[in-house]
């Protein structure tokens, strides 16, 4: 299977903290992989280094194919790589069915089409989308007055309007109410399955990333520990002493 | 329908009112003159602040820029520009009408493009700073400007310089200019209406609420700062050119970087109205302005005192302005909705 992203080696130090040593993975196209690990092994230093949020110290990230590795944030993003954020950031001030709308891919927006109004097929799409995501009824309020769990779905009705060919989800269960994981588990595995997208997800919660990915990776004290299908992760005993603290 | 009617009347009535009031009130045509330039620097501070959230304090700086590149383009047309600056009196200066209104033209053009390529120019240093740096950073931009063309001899340093007069009877010139400054903030208004209504008003609302986010996305964030900049540099520089003609003399500190008397309340006026919205920064300006003439009448020599404490109660007490605070209390009556769509709840996806 074709790698959509490969990363080797690479490091980062945040000054005298190591945060990622030598790690090198590959994010299969077309599927669902794991990034997991205990807090503060570099999980999302990773992401960040990957979506261009700052420069590695060592090492390549290839998109595709294409060396992304000196790309900065938003040219990534037009490449079809999207991330969400961990703390769920949407614009509060505009209701959803806007943050919606300006949500679309700016890859191939010309000076023109700024100054114009958004299409009808946009404002379907932004419709369907929330009614995806279960807040088509709450379309019309401020989307700071959602709650944090809608906020997140709001999100990532707003990477999927982006039709981004990979999206990396950080935590996308978390403050989500635990009776609809299920239905988030299954939207998440509907966007790879129905749009077609790769999906790279950091998770803390286990039944969701064993119920949800093919492929997974286990950080642990900066480093790449272990790799393999969920059931293989479930039995490693490294990943086990891992969680437990044994070293 | 009800809705656009009693929009078509409210531009209607203050349209009349804008068109008759300098006939009317013959005796206040100054004042008047000057609300119209006090509306124009509120709408095109808010689409920086309040549109986009970044709060300039320098935005005064085209102004002063869009003054004076009109009147050295308006002087240089028929003079050269040193002498004519350099003693008053030096030379015979000698205006037909018609060198004077193709002047006044030329040089608001000019005006408008030279105060778009500053614009540009300055954009890549201050979009670098966020925040308070950005606030404080442009307020540096028109500081230093009007001390740096304080000290260049070639458009008359600090004694400023003295512009053609209006060819014509003085009371014609008055009208003709509050005409003009009506015009300009019109125009600006209506441009800034429809900008608001596009995807470009939905970028810069979204730089305003999570700039990293839009960035996340995709957004080019740059340029779209870049424009909206921009675009109110091109108002501020014709709204310059014409307020120098209007002022026949021009001085770099206290007329065109003018930041206590212009600067800070282009701020003021858009944070009393209501930040981020169409009206806010029209209402704010009026009653700016009608405060500011009243304490100047009433309360000479503790004027600034009063604007000051303004300030204080606004920026303490009502920061959302008038426009904000509306809005939160009436949300139905500017389409905001706060309660979710009961009726088609049922279309939520299980």
């Not at chain 1, 997974?216 to 393999?228: K, M, P, R, T």
């Not at chain 2, 053009?109 to 950073?137: D, E, K, N, T």
Request: aromatic share 12%; proline share 3%.
């Amino acid at each position: 299977m074709a790698a959509m992203i490969e990363v080797r080696n690479v490091s980062k130090a945040f000054g005298g903290v190591q945060a990622n040593r030598s790690i090198s993975l590959d994010v299969a196209k077309g599927k669902i992989t794991g990034l997991i690990g205990p807090n503060g092994s570099g999980k999302t230093t990773l992401f960040n280094s990957i979506v261009g949020y700052h420069p590695i110290d060592e090492g390549s990230i290839k998109f595709e194919g294409k060396e992304i590795s000196k790309l900065r944030v938003p040219q990534i993003a037009r490449l079809g790589m999207l991330r969400t954020f961990q703390q769920t950031r949407i614009y509060g001030k505009m209701n959803c069915i806007k943050n919606m709308l300006i949500s679309v891919p700016h890859r191939s927006m010309g000076l023109i089409e700024i100054f114009g109004d958004h299409s009808a097929q946009e404002l379907e799409k932004a419709e369907h989308l929330l009614e995806f995501v279960g807040l088509y009824a709450k379309r019309k309020l401020q989307a700071g007055d959602l709650s944090f769990g809608q906020q997140k779905l709001l999100e990532f009705a707003m990477a999927l309007m982006n039709q981004p060919q990979i999206l990396l989800l950080d935590e996308p269960t978390a403050g989500i109410n635990p009776t609809l994981i299920n239905g988030l588990i299954d939207r998440l595995k509907r966007a790879n399955t129905e749009f077609g997208i790769t999906l790279f997800v950091i998770e803390h919660n286990m039944r969701v990333i064993m119920n949800l990915a093919e492929n997974i990776y286990c950080l642990a004290h900066s480093e790449l520990l272990a790799e393999g299908s969920p059931e293989t992760i479930q039995k490693d005993k490294r990943v086990i002493d891992a969680y437990l603290g044994a070293h | 329908m009800s809705t656009s009617r009693r929009t078509l009347g409210l531009y209607g009535g203050i349209a009349i009112a804008s068109l008759v009031a300098p006939f009317v009130f013959d005796s206040y045509i100054s004042q008047l003159t000057v609300l119209w330039v006090m509306v124009l620097f509120a709408i095109t501070w808010d689409a920086m602040g309040g549109q986009m959230g970044y709060n300039s304090l320098g935005n005064i700086f085209f102004f002063g820029a869009g003054m004076y590149i009109s009147a050295v383009v308006q002087i240089g047309l028929h003079y050269d520009v040193a002498e004519y600056t350099a003693a008053y009196g030096a030379i015979k200066v000698d205006f037909t009408p018609a060198q004077y209104h193709v002047g006044l033209v030329l040089g608001t053009i000019v005006a408008a493009l030279g105060s778009v390529a500053l614009a540009v120019a300055l954009s890549w240093v201050v979009f670098g700073l966020r925040g308070p740096y950005f606030a404080i950073g442009t307020l540096g931009v028109a500081l230093a400007a009007g001390e740096l063309v304080g000290a260049w001899e070639y458009v008359g340093a600090g004694s400023g310089i003295s512009l053609p007069v209006f060819p014509g009877e003085p009371e014609v010139g008055e009208r003709f200019f509050y005409f003009a400054f009506f015009i300009a903030a019109v125009l600006s208004f209506f441009f800034f209406r429809w900008l608001y209504g596009t995807r470009f008003g939905l970028a810069i609302n979204a730089i305003r609420d999570d700039e990293e986010k839009a960035e996340a996305m995709g957004i080019r964030t740059m340029r779209y700062k870049t424009i909206t900049w921009s675009l109110s540099a091109f108002f501020l520089g014709i709204c310059g050119s014409l307020f120098g003609n209007y002022n026949i003399f021009i001085e770099p500190l206290e007329v065109a970087f003018a930041t206590v008397v212009f600067g800070i309340p282009m701020v003021v006026m858009a944070l009393l109205g209501g930040k981020g919205t169409l009206w806010g920064p029209v209402i704010g300006a009026v009653l700016y302005h009608v405060i500011k003439e009243a304490t100047w009448k009433y309360f000479l020599g503790w004027q600034w005192v009063a604007l000051g404490l303004l300030i204080v109660v606004t920026v303490v007490f009502f920061q959302q302005g008038i426009m904000g605070w509306a809005q939160d209390k009436w949300p139905e009556l500017f389409g905001i909705e706060v309660e979710e769509d009961s009726a088609e709840g049922d279309r939520e996806a299980a």
